[in-house]
């Protein structure tokens, strides 16, 4: 089913009109393949699937989920959790506390990956995690730390990359055992955290394109990786700011593989490679 721009429009609008959900600066492109699938898991054309938005609250609900896009794994491009491993995380080895802001953290992967690479740097009982998603259902599955198996089995090699191998050493190999940090059932096909990872984050629900910060702290880092990539500019540099705003100095934002920080803003950070220095 091909939709026209006034389509994705018209769809954008009745959200925004029947909840408190604006998707009205994400990235056109994006948004229509979302709805295109929408449209065709609930098998409907575009005039029931508004006539069904406007009428039932749980359907609605259900739509703005599905608008998301939630992939995401462990220590998913090994290479930025490396630079976090050896340039970035040792930095704040002598603070008090370390705030972190997983920002779009969808089911947890990425909140799992920093606190063991903490646990592995000593940093982990100094360190607050905040970690928050528009998307309630995938909060829930944050929480849980319960992944599937055979289908996440790349998961082992991205943690091989970067707890065990040193990419600067060849020779160093540190021998970390999975089960210090997760358990494996090859039966039940499952992964699942151990439960001193799972207490330490607070998850919270939280919309960025309401631009406020819900935590009311300052951040030492914030990650948001792969969630702008679904946003137009104007919404990007919005986000920025709002990052700009509560790092500390000398805080860190990182980005995903192919988000890059353009404009004004820019000129606030450092930057190298995903990872930009607040100045
Ligand atoms: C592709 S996932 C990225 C997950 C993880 N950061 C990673 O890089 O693997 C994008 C996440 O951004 C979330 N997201 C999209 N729009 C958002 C918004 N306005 N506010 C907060 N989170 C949002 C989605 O629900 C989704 O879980």
Redesign the pocket.
């Known amino acids: 089913m091909i939709l026209t721009d006034q389509e994705v429009t018209y769809f954008v609008t009745t959200i925004k009109n029947s909840s408190p959900y604006d998707f009205s600066e994400y990235s056109e492109k994006s948004l229509k393949r979302r709805l295109q699938k929408i449209l065709l898991d609930n098998n409907m054309d575009l005039i029931a699937l508004i006539n069904k938005l406007k009428t039932n609250k749980e359907f609605l609900e259900q739509t703005v989920k599905d608008i998301?896009?939630?992939?995401?794994?462990l220590f998913?491009d090994p290479l930025i959790w490396q630079t976090l491993k050896y340039r970035i995380l040792p930095k704040f080895s002598e603070n008090k506390t370390i705030n972190i802001w997983?920002?779009?953290?969808?089911t947890g992967?990425?909140v799992y990956s920093m606190m063991i690479l903490l646990n592995e740097l000593d940093l982990l009982d100094k360190a607050k995690i905040f970690a928050?998603?528009?998307?309630t259902d995938?909060l829930e599955a944050a929480k849980k730390g319960l992944y599937k198996y055979r289908f996440n089995i790349g998961y082992l090699d991205n943690f091989d990359k970067v707890i065990k191998e040193n990419p600067f050493n060849y020779d160093e190999y540190n021998d970390v055992p999975y089960n210090k940090y997760f358990k494996i059932d090859k039966v039940s096909d499952s992964i699942i955290m151990n439960d001193f990872l799972k207490k330490k984050p607070i998850f919270r629900q939280?919309?960025?394109?309401k631009g406020e910060n819900l935590y009311f702290a300052k951040f030492d880092l914030i990650?948001?990786?792969?969630?702008i990539i679904?946003f137009k500019y104007s919404l990007q540099n919005k986000v920025f700011k709002l990052f700009q705003d509560h790092l500390y100095t000398n805080g860190y934002l990182v980005l995903?593989m192919h988000e890059t920080m353009l404009g004004d803003i820019a000129s606030r950070f450092d930057k190298k490679g995903q990872a930009y220095r607040k100045k």
């Open positions: 998301t896009v939630n992939t995401t794994e998913r997983h920002a779009g953290c969808s992967q990425e928050s998603d528009i998307n995938a939280h919309d960025l394109v990650l948001c990786r792969n969630v679904y995903g």
